[in-house]
Nanobody
């Protein structure tokens, strides 16, 4: 089992920045993927960004150049730096940990972009 604890959401004005963190605990395998998905109001959950334990990344086109995903493998923690935020980035952001074919999800953290 893997447990995920997220932090860092909040209310920010358009153009602002936030940093999300997600710490994994439990039985963590060396080979894994960590990342972030989001679900906006009335929308389906969608990929934001993922990063493997070896550093390969994958970003949604809508966030490329604005968001940056990073990891601290020693701490089993993944970060998402959100810059140049737009109202359409408003969503609940969910942390993902994937290993051995299983997906584990965090409880979600709300990001609201509004003036």
């Amino acid at each position: 089992q893997v447990q995920l604890v997220e932090s860092g959401g909040g209310l920010v004005q358009p153009g602002g920045s936030l940093r999300l963190s997600c710490a994994a605990s439990g039985t963590i395998f060396a080979i894994n993927v960590m990342g972030w998905y989001r679900q906006g109001p009335g929308k389906q959950r969608e990929l934001v960004a993922t990063r493997t334990n070896t550093g390969s990344t994958n970003y949604a086109d809508s966030v490329k150049g604005r968001f940056t995903i990073s990891r601290d493998n020693a701490k089993n923690t993944v970060y998402l730096q959100l810059n140049s935020l737009k109202p359409e980035d408003t969503a609940v952001y969910y942390c993902l940990h994937r290993q051995s074919g299983y997906d584990y999800w965090g409880q979600g953290t709300q990001v609201t972009v509004s003036s």
